[in-house]
């Protein structure tokens, strides 16, 4: 099974270069809980904005049309179709996780999204495809808590795509 990851804000940005614009744990703690054990799948650029490490606990598939492309740590694939004949033969969820045109490709083979949005708005050039709701049924939303580490009023939400 797909499913795709993300933070926003209210603007639907979700990145500035190869960096988020913000700083909050929570969601980072989130993304975790969510993704643990597990596939998640990404971009180059995202990738490389995380210094190349790939994250504990989860296989990691670096997307990327370079085919001399190497990386520690992770496995390195070139298209789409490459990404969905691994998810046929895996057990578990694989988890679409950035960049915007990685999001463009998957979220049409998603079942799930699981999406933070920060009510605040950043500066940034990266953002989040258009995306119809209308195919998906929200099945869970809850607030995050602000506090001094998490200083933006923000809400996790859970879709689920209309059979």
């Known amino acids: 099974m797909f499913a795709a990851i993300w933070a926003q804000d209210e603007n639907r ?3 500035n270069g190869d960096t988020m614009p ?4 929570n969601d980072l703690q989130f993304f975790k809980n969510t993704t643990e054990n597990n596939t998640i799948v990404m971009g180059r650029t ?3 904005g995380m210094n190349k490490q790939p994250l504990p606990n989860r296989h990691t598939i670096v997307l990327t049309t370079d085919r001399d492309y190497q990386a520690e740590g992770v496995t390195v694939m070139h298209s789409v179709d490459e990404v969905v004949a ?3 033969n895996y057990d578990g969820i694989v988890f679409i996780t950035g960049g915007a045109k990685v999001y463009q490709e998957f979220l049409p083979l998603c079942d799930i999204v699981y999406r933070t949005v920060i009510h605040e708005s950043f500066e940034g050039d990266v953002f989040i495809p258009d995306i119809d ?3 998906w049924s929200m099945i869970d939303v809850s607030d995050g808590l602000v506090d001094s580490k998490n200083k933006y009023p923000h809400s996790f939400e859970t879709f689920k795509r209309k059979k």
């Open 13 to 15: 940005l979700i990145g």
């Open 22 to 25: 913000w700083h909050l744990p």
């Open 46 to 48: 995202t990738f490389e």
């Open 86 to 88: 691994y998810e046929k």
């Open 133 to 135: 709701f209308d195919v």
